[in-house]
């Protein structure tokens, strides 16, 4: 369960859908509508362990104390992918499997990767930029707020005057603006999700 998945690309990309499970694996947490697997756990724990592998440390004991730190990390990863995916698709957001086989074989994975692991990093980058388009994509930013941003900081222009830095206090704000977006969407998805995360004995936090 924990070795490297080697050059077992076709395998793993078969299995994409990343958090789920209908029979076979056991559930380690239900998140909404979603069960996350010991199949889904392992090879993120794996990808976990690599930093101790480049540095030839000894990798931890199942069971023991460091090893359930590493197992939690790769839970609280797991179940906000799982969060994330499952609100995407409330708002119309979805990434499909064909996205994320393009994607691993564009990044040119070697043959001792973790696919699979490789494969849901992926796709949450999709799915997080996607939504992110969804959610900040109508932002704007007016010239009253950049007129009250440029008066507000002022002294930090020196001699440009606001014509000059209007097209930098803009994108500023604008990217501001649209983190701050986001940021809501993120935090109201916790929100939703904090009573319907349930863990298997033996794995909870």
Not at 91 to 102: M, N, R, S
Request: overall charge positive; charged content about 20%; some cysteine.
């Amino acid at each position: 369960m924990r070795a490297a998945l080697g050059p077992l690309a076709a395998v793993a990309i078969a299995a994409l859908a990343g958090c789920g499970g209908s029979g076979g694996p056991k559930a380690v947490v239900h998140v909404g509508s979603q069960a996350i697997t010991e199949n889904d756990l392992a090879p993120v724990v794996d990808q976990l362990e690599e930093p101790l592998r480049e540095r030839g440390t000894p990798l931890p004991k199942q069971g023991s104390a460091q090893f359930r730190r590493l197992e939690r990390s790769a839970l609280t990863l797991l179940v906000y992918r799982s969060e994330l995916e499952q609100r995407a698709k409330e708002v119309g957001v979805t990434v499909t499997d064909a996205e994320v086989q393009a994607r691993v074989k564009a990044a040119g994975l070697g043959v001792d990767a973790n696919v699979e692991a490789a494969a849901g990093s992926i796709r949450q980058e999709l799915v997080y930029d996607k939504v992110f388009a969804h959610v900040a994509g109508g932002v704007t930013v007016t010239d009253a707020e950049i007129r009250s941003w440029y008066r507000a900081h002022r002294s930090f222009f020196g001699t440009q005057t606001l014509a000059q830095a209007r097209a930098s206090i803009q994108q500023q704000l604008l990217a501001a603006k649209r983190n701050a977006a986001m940021t809501g969407f993120i935090g109201a998805m916790k929100r939703e999700f904090a009573s319907k995360v349930s863990y298997e004995a033996g794995f909870a936090p």
